[in-house]
């Protein structure tokens, strides 16, 4: 395979992940609203501030790399959240409906991961500059915190019982 095919594939997974963070961002608030837990409302609110960010950081990225992200839908996205709304609103009492969020969250968490993940093996072995990877790498660790904060808060801890258990109980 050619450097340039490579490429191709580099900037076609910056494409796509452009297009994952613009439906993210557009549906947050739509989980931050059906939340009832306010931790929970915490960790979604503030990881919408970080995805706007991130979006700012794929600008910067496509910015250096002289390039445009392409018109491309995420359609892995578009599904991931699809099924997670309809998930969600399958559940009106609270505690249910929380995790049942956290769930489908976790599942936009772990796709951006992969493709993070990806995209900074590429950067990495196409010998990208510093900048580009130390931009990726910081949103790759966000969206592992992110992963993290929703499993601490359905398991729980020694301290507080988690979104799980509650939903069992209600
Ligand atoms: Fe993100
Ligand atoms: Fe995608
Ligand atoms: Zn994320």
Redesign the pocket.
């Known amino acids: 395979m050619s450097q340039e095919e490579f490429n191709k594939i580099f900037l076609h997974e910056l494409s ?1 992940l452009y ?2 963070e613009e439906q993210i961002v557009e549906e947050l608030p739509n989980m931050i609203k059906a939340a009832s837990n306010e931790e929970l409302k915490e960790v979604l609110k503030s990881h919408l501030q970080e995805s706007k960010m991130q979006i700012k950081r794929l600008e910067q990225i496509f910015l250096l790399l002289d390039a445009k992200p392409s018109k491309k839908v ?4 578009k599904g991931i959240l699809k099924e997670g709304s309809n998930f969600i609103s399958e559940f009106s009492k609270s505690n249910s409906r929380d995790a049942a969020l956290i769930s489908a969250a976790q599942k936009v968490e772990h ?1 951006e991961i992969a ?1 993070y993940g990806s995209a900074y093996s590429h950067a990495d072995y196409l010998g990208c500059d510093r900048e580009i990877k130390n931009l990726l790498n910081d949103t790759l660790t966000e969206e592992k915190d992110a992963n993290k904060k929703l499993s601490k808060l359905a398991e729980g801890s020694i301290f507080s019982a988690g979104i799980n258990k509650l939903a069992c109980k209600s």
């Open positions: 796509d297009s994952a995420c359609m892995g996205i796709y493709s």
